[in-house]
């Protein structure tokens, strides 16, 4: 395959399957996906069309009924959940809908947390940390704990932690659904600046019609299926992007 | 209340049915706590119905009268009207005299007299309880007849004669009919100082033996019919019809069982009461992590138009739901349990099971759990109230503080409530317990535990939280959020730290009582006290008796000798004796008596009050036998005035004492300083341990080098009470190791059951990067903490709590043990981690995406 040591995410055929007991949902039926490196990608699409459940499988949160997802050239899928847990220490940022700050630590010690359980000298992360918080506007809330911020202040925290990592990729699945718009419009500000910052792979699920003019290609998902693919014509470099595919 | 109780029922059983795992944990802490308790109950009434039904054996009736005089015909009239109520009784006479054979020409040596221990009985009606093994084995009332006695084995070896074989005794002529194998009352006679004879009373009255002024003793037997007044009615009526008896009831068979009863019963109330604390607080725990769950729904339902009311409504009928469902399975559990534990301890001796089935343990069991259940709801659901709607939107935000006024009245809230609940505990802890005081007992144990357990876990959290944040040294990540657990909002921590130091404190507490409870009891009758016994020895012939037992084969343990001096008590604080107003029982200490002299305290007797002397005391001091100062009215600092050998001797009362194992023949009613009784002339009592089969030989061999000396014989009586004494133990320990079992269950049950809310936490920092080895630290550091700091608090309490148990209610005495406190400390951080890990083991295992999923 051309160009495969810039495939930083490969998802092959995954289909994912629940068994509630009384019934059988197929919630994904099927999905290739191939992401270059560097590439923003918006997935849309309406909502319980599976999108979520995508990013869970791609992020190796969850396992695939079949089908394989690899991430920078490495199998995912029979992975266990230790050698996972370290693979999205280094490869994979994430930031949910809901925050997911931990309730005992400070702004700061949330930041840095990824930078630790990775075995980090802690002064090396401090600094890295707080450059983050920074770079989000929260230099003045660094002790913080959760519940003492607004939800954009939180959301803007996960982000930094999200990028403490330094991670190749970057997932986020609808990071403003909880937000008001001006507070929305500004995580999502700091969430591509940072990212054209670092040079990471954004995978970002959204319903942002205004986010469509700024990623590289959308994806959109119906049903469970791929119902197009399409490349940001706006976006120079990225015309060869259908081909890769 | 808008909601109808029938919607609230349908309301709460929709959401029991949604999450049946979760229910079915609070069902199995009821079930457990309940099962506990009445699995120990009912355990502890088989147990006692067997110990009282020895008792009963031991005493050959329900109750028993003695005294020194015959009845007089108005009060035996007394005594026969009982039998209208279902009292009947039995006389049994008896006496010591001189007995020979009557084989042998009367002037020959061989027909030397022996001391003989003569029991009259009625054959048809004695024994009421037990029976009297003869050999060759036939019916009592066959072997006694009018010119028959069954004797011990002793008396044939003492005269050489044998069964068949006719021995002279008193005015008569008497044939031997069979030996005596065993008699059930042979610890509870009076007159034990002799060798073993039994006859109908008819026989005994024709031996002319009971004479005016002869020494002896008359003890009515009483066996109670089922439709008998209790007990206690029972023995006030023979008090009144026999007041110079000396009553007592199968309780108090022997003065060591009697001791070993009290202490089984009071321990085995005591540790149903802690299986209930126990159970209470599986309970507790299990409803508050299960309503902390329920907070967002209860949001919910308030914010879609449910008020305070309605919600409360709905969960007081969930509760109520899980207290009986758990109450009914936990006295099935119960049951279960009463029917295993014999079982268990059927190689150790053979209980008997209550095989109906008990409608009132039953009803008490489940009341006790849907109370308890109820109980300890009450908080968590009272706090339903100041539940807000807000809470949906933003989860974990912390309480608005309240003004210090209102602060107050909250808290004056959950203080009524929680002295209601203390109250109520009590109430149930007396009604288990049957006594007020031992319920008293444990509410005020529960009461200070809790408030100090409260206060300590609140200061040391809140104490973490302060240090954590101000440590000026990183700590690492993974202990830094093990202890950053603890403190967290919506964290139990400090509802473990309660729950897990007084789960510890009872159930140590159990371990510490029991330990020196049995201890004590087995001091009682301990494996190497004398079964065999010489009385008579002059002080030349000790020497040689103790060369003869050092060459005896089946001796065990040393040999013990004590002297025994002949007095007579002349005054009591200066009063002469005849103008003492003593009841008529004490008049049988005018006659002379046998005392003893002795520098250290034996080790058969116990002091009641006062104090032993000490060694070297040159003053004449005494100290008087519990049951004899009671006759005598003597109290400590009393001085009594002997007299013998010619001498006087004025001695002050020191001290009295309680004999707490038998010695056949040891004077040990009033027991001197040497110096008191130097230059009166002493004889000696000696005890020694036998091996049963060697008894035999060692009495032919005594009697044929010193026939003066009389050997008694206690092997067979002594191994029944050393048995009952054995069983007791074994009940004891057994239970406590059930208890101590249930309670690590119950509490590891508990720490299991706050797993639910680090579910979240631990998936976010798998997304993060953690692996289980990553979350595994975090909770082994918040586990370990917890467990090592609660068993620290719990093992201190429990030190204070038993050594009050065992003080107050069990008369024993408690001594600290850091070892056992270090252990404790130890096993409760391992239970913790323990239980901890199990519970988390399968959140570590699950798929992240499960748990995002239930946002
Ligand atoms: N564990 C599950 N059990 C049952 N249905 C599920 C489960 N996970 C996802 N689904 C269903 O799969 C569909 C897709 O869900 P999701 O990926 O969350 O969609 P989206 O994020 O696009 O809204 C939904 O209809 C949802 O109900
Ligand atoms: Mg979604």
Known sequence: MPHSENIILHAQGITKTIDTGTHRVEILRGIDLSIPAGQFVAIMGASGSGKSTLLGLIAGLDSPTSGRVMIDGVDITGLNEDKLALLRGCKIGFVFQSYQLIPTLTAEENVLLPHELAGGAVAAGLTRARALLRSVGLEDRLDHYPVQLSGGEQQRVALARAFMGKPPILMADEPTGNLDSVNGAHVLDLLISLNEREGTTLI???????????????VTLSDGKVVSDEMQTTVADAAGGESRV | MNLSWRTASR??????????????FVVLAVAAGVGALTGVRGFSQSFRATLTAQSRTIMAADLTARQFLPAAPEQIANLDQLVASGVEHTLIMETVSMGSSAMVPIDSEAATPALMSIKAVDPAQYPYYGTVRLNPPMALKDALENDTVAVASDVLIRLDVKVGDKLH??????????????????????????????MSREAFERTGLMGFGSRGAYRYLFKLAPTAPPVADVRKSIKNALPDSLVADFRESNPIITRGLDRASTFLSMVSLIAMIIGALGVAMAMHAHLQQKMDNIAVIKSLGGTSRDVMGIYTVQTLMLGLLGGVAGVAVGRAIEAIFPILISHYFPMSIQSRWNVDAAAQGIAVGVLTTLLFTLPPLLAIRKVQPALILRRGMPEAKLPWRKRLVETRAALAIAALILAAIGGIASWLAESPRVGGYFVAGLAVSLVLLSLVAS???????IVLKNFPVRIPVLARQGLANLYRQGNQAQAIMVALGLGVMFTLSVYLVQHSLVAEIVETAPPGMPNVFLIGITPELVEPIQALIANT?????????????????????????EQLPTPESGRRFRSGRSVMFADAKPDSIGIVSGAWWKQGETQPVVSVDEEAAQRLRLRTADRIEIEGAGKTVNALVVAIHRVEQMR?????????????????????????RMKSADVGAFERAAYKQFPAVTVINVVEALAILQQVVDQVAVAIRFLSLFAILAGAVILAASVAGTRFRRVREVVILKTLGATRRHAGRIFSVEFLTLGAVSGLLGALLASVFSGLVLNQLLEASYSFDWKVTLLAVALTALLAQASGWLASFRILRQKPMEVLREE
């Not at chain 1, 699920?205 to 469509?212: A, G, P």
């Not at chain 2, 309301?11 to 079915?24: D, M, Q, V």
């Not at chain 2, 200061?459 to 939280?465: D, T």
């Open chain 1, 204 to 218: 970002l699920v959204t319903h942002d019609r205004v986010l469509t003019s700024r990623a590289d290609r959308i």
């Open chain 2, 553 to 577: 084969k089946g001796v065990e343990g040393t040999p013990e000798f004590a002297p025994s001096v002949a007095i007579r008590i002349t005054k009591v604080n200066g009063t002469p004796f």
């Open chain 2, 169 to 198: 005794i008193g005015r008569q002529t008497m044939r031997i009919a069979a030996t005596v194998v065993s008699e059930p009352d042979r610890m509870s006679g009076t007159l034990n100082v002799g060798l073993r004879v039994m």
């Open chain 2, 11 to 24: 309301i709460a059983w929709r959401e029991t049915r949604a999450s049946t795992a979760k229910f079915l």
């Open chain 2, 459 to 465: 200061f040391l959290l809140q104490g973490l939280k």
């Open chain 2, 664 to 688: 056949v023949g040891s004077a040990n009613e009033f027991v001197f300083n040497s110096a008191a009784l130097i230059g009166f002339p002493a004889t000696f009592y000696g005890g020694v």
